[in-house]
């Protein structure tokens, strides 16, 4: 069976050449580079690499972003299973092959790994990830597993890092990256991959390196249109829920409201941490519909439940009730 490994690039030059050394190593792996308008020198590095090496294809396209980089791996990529890698993280020898030799021995769908965090002064934390192990036996909750954004170390299950899919899988059901979606639009093709499929396997391989920068799109600064982006990922994630035959009614409201009620306080939070002019910038948000899209009375009462602190549910409330001077007040006090 082929693999390819899809790599989008974009400003990365520092990290390219170890990325995708490691990614060679995996077994016959195809590397396939979506340059992305890079202009710190990673598409001449890229074009380097791949110079003499026939298991490297190198395509150079205008920024469009990391969802239309991966769109177009997609449209080359012609193996029979498909993994993504991020150009500035790396794997260890032989990752990406046992994760799919497991994956061919279970006869699953999608393969699932774990990975190891690595920061930028050198040190490690292998991830730490509750109930991961359960997952093969419990594939009918992962959805749930993969959403519960209560914790940030299970959000990045949402990551398509550390999976590999079936081509036919993705090809058969149409799934590409939302390209209007710049955070977690790798956690909506993953729920729509798994609508589509019947069986997982994981790997507990802790191989793949993840890199956590200062300088990386998660990095905490003010996120540009990020009410916009988030109002799109609630749509994206309704088309999930609909497509989803596995779960019950109470499961696609739990998580459709949970994940509610999060980006409304990241919107919140958003603002008021990074912009001068947040009050009239959520004032905007209610007038344009903010309560409806994301801020629903469904979604703070799950808040209320799952929070034993009061702070979340209280900025909820306050936002719905549209009183921004007293949400600014406790931003202030925090500081």
Known sequence: MTLDIIVPVYQVKHYLEKSISSLLSNSEARIIIIDDGSTDGSAELADVLAEGNGRITVFHQENGGVSAARNKGLELASADYIAFADPDDFAAEGYYSRLLEKMLAEKADLAFGSFTRRYENGEEAPADEQGFGSLPESFKDFSLYITDYESSQSAVMGAVWRCIFKR???EKNSLRFNEHIHLSEDLFFLLSYISCCESCCTADDYGYYYLVRSSSA???????????????????????????????????HTVLWRAQYIFSYECISNEMRFNKNAAAAIDDFIERGFCDALLTEDAVRLAERENKSKKIPLILKLCRAKKTNAIKLIYSLKK
């Open 168 to 170: 036919d899988i993705i």
């Open 218 to 252: 998660s990095a905490e600064s003010y996120k540009k249109e990020l009410f916009e982006n988030r109002c799109e990922c609630i749509a994206d994630l309704r088309k999930c829920l609909d497509a989803n035959g596995f779960m019950t009614p109470e499961q696609k």
